[in-house]
C-alpha cells in the first residue's frame, strides 16, 4: 500500500503558522514521492529556514532542497503515516 495516500491532518498549530500555499507544497511532495523513490519512509522530515525547505527521510536516505517564495521563521515538522491516516506537526509537537 502507498504511504501517504490517506486521510491528511495538521495540527492546530500547523495550520496557524503555516501559509496555505507552504502547506499545500509539503503535502504535494510527500504523495508525488512514489514516483522518483522506491522506497517511501514513513516519516518524512521538513526543515524550513528563511525561504530554504529542506525535505529529508532516513529509511532509503533521501534529501532535497526547495527555494520557497516565502519566508518563514525556522521551524521543523514532521510528516506521519500512521496507516488509516497522515499528521503533518510541528517537532516540538510530537
Do not use: W
Not at 13 to 38: C, S, Y
Not at 67 to 89: A, P, Q
Amino acid at each position: 500500500m502507498k504511504k501517504f495516500n490517506n486521510l491528511i491532518f495538521t495540527t492546530r498549530a500547523v495550520k496557524e503558522e503555516l501559509p496555505q500555499e507552504v502547506l499545500l507544497f509539503i503535502v504535494g511532495l510527500v504523495q508525488n514521492m512514489h514516483k522518483e523513490v522506491k522506497e517511501v519512509d514513513y516519516l518524512q522530515v521538513f526543515e524550513i529556514e528563511g525561504c530554504t525547505l529542506t525535505h529529508k527521510q532516513e529509511i532509503k536516505k533521501k534529501k532535497k532542497v526547495y527555494t520557497l517564495l516565502t519566508t518563514i521563521n525556522r521551524c521543523k515538522l514532521f510528516f506521519i503515516d500512521s496507516g488509516e491516516y497522515s499528521t503533518l506537526m510541528f517537532s516540538h509537537e510530537y
